[in-house]
């Protein structure tokens, strides 16, 4: 039995059913079946959170709290850190970015997810770096250089390429300077949760969808006093600690401060419970099993060029990205949808500059006139299986 929830045998329009092949992973996940299990288990106790009095109430405070103890061990916290059950990775780092103190610079790197991108309006964006040895060079040149408090933003796992960025190295590299160091671990979480607390990380933020726990909750963790200084996220019932009858209003400290409304248990159960899968059973040699063999084939066809930002050889989780030159991409995903039961994502993947840049780069390797307007992604993870990969380049072929 499959580890995670799927649609089973569609039908194709030439009478054949077969097995959906979900290669678009990466933007949002199936769901695992422990996180569904657990769910279902805490249904029918389903009750207020931080708000009742009775055994229902208590039973999910204390499963929401848990939920977020969870998370904190997975990521390696001591006291001095929060956890903040936040929608998504883009709220958690619009919530950060709200956070952040005044005069803080912010370092990111050009090659960012939107979400990491647009929250800082004022950052000092470094070019996006050829390998991962040059983006720690850049970060020390940068860091030399800079002065006053500092915030380094950096993605994880890069969504466009699916290339692992040298997060531990930048850690140490921030640290030196007094700067601290946000990371982006939307895209690497889901195939490398075991090393989350290795990351050496102030912040790290990650989506519960692209965890196999599509249940709406996100988190932003780390340091707390950024947090417990600033203005509360969202004003509103729970991060209020206590309002006057002219509507002053003192606000609450630890996690409520920033989480204002009724708070979405399920979905902070259901990420726990599929950091706490992910952790006790890795799935990261399969998938790079499929993902050398998804590479291999596509090398091998004339009219498809994979995107890359560092050298082929660089480590990826499990996505990759790849222009085809004789055809819209866009009708061509939708050929593969319909024709052969398969999922790929087409577009510029909320990283724009990055992909536009990169899928010129792949056209001009292959000698093309014009770089095609949208790449195509296949992402593998959990449930992708080798016919999935094999089906993807008979049809790409
Ligand atoms: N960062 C990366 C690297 C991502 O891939 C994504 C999702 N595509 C995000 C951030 C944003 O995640 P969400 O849409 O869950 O907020």
């Not at 678009?24 to 422990?34: E, F, G, H, K, V």
């Not at 103190?101 to 309006?121: C, D, I, M, S």
């Not at 609450?252 to 159960?269: D, K, Q, Y």
């Not at 890359?308 to 939708?334: M, N, Y």
Request: proline residues 6%; hydrophobic residues 45%; neutral net charge.
């Amino acid at each position: 039995m499959s580890d995670v929830l799927s649609p089973g045998e569609i039908k194709l329009p030439d009478g054949r059913s077969v097995d959906f092949a979900n290669l678009d992973i990466a933007a949002t996940a199936p769901c695992l079946r422990s996180v569904a299990d657990v769910v279902a288990d805490l249904l029918p106790y389903y009750g207020s959170v931080h708000r009742g009095a009775g055994a229902l109430s208590q039973r999910c405070t204390r499963e929401y709290e848990l939920a977020r103890e969870t998370v904190a061990d997975t990521l390696g916290h001591g006291p001095a850190d929060t956890v903040i059950f936040t929608r998504n990775t883009t709220d958690a780092f619009n919530l950060l970015a709200r956070a952040v103190p005044p005069g803080t610079t912010v370092v990111t790197f050009g090659a960012e997810h939107h979400a990491n991108l647009l929250p800082w309006r004022d950052a000092v964006r470094l070019p996006a770096p050829r390998s991962p040895e040059e983006a720690v060079e850049a970060l020390e040149r940068q860091l030399y250089r800079g002065k006053g408090q500092t915030l380094v933003s950096v993605t994880a796992a890069g969504n466009v390429t699916g290339e692992v960025w040298p997060v531990a190295r930048l850690a140490e590299v921030a640290h030196r300077f007094g700067a601290r160091i946000a990371v982006d671990a939307a895209q690497l979480a889901p195939h490398a949760a075991a090393s989350l607390s290795g990351l050496g990380a102030d912040y790290v933020a990650f989506s519960g969808h692209k965890l196999y726990a599509p249940f709406g909750a996100g988190v932003l963790a780390g340091r707390a006093d950024w947090l417990e200084a600033a203005e509360p996220y969202l004003a509103g019932g729970g991060a209020s600690a206590h309002v006057s009858d002219d509507a002053a209003v003192r606000w609450a400290s630890g996690p409520a401060r920033h989480e204002a409304g009724t708070p979405n248990l399920l979905g902070a159960v259901a990420l726990a419970t599929a950091l706490r899968t992910l952790r006790e059973r890795s799935f990261e040699e399969p998938e790079a099993a499929l993902v050398r063999r998804l590479r291999a084939g596509l090398a091998a066809l004339a009219h498809t060029e994979e995107l890359r930002l560092f050298p082929a050889d660089a480590q990826r989780v499990g996505i990759v990205s790849f222009a085809v030159l004789d055809r819209d991409p866009a009708a061509f995903a939708d050929a593969l949808g319909r024709d052969h039961g398969i999922g790929v994502r087409t577009g510029l993947f909320c990283a724009h500059p990055l992909t536009r840049r990169l899928l010129a780069e792949a056209a001009a390797r292959k000698g093309a006139d014009r770089a095609p307007a949208q790449a195509i992604r296949a992402s593998i993870g959990i449930g992708t299986t080798v016919e999935h990969v094999d089906r993807l380049l008979a049809a790409l072929r």
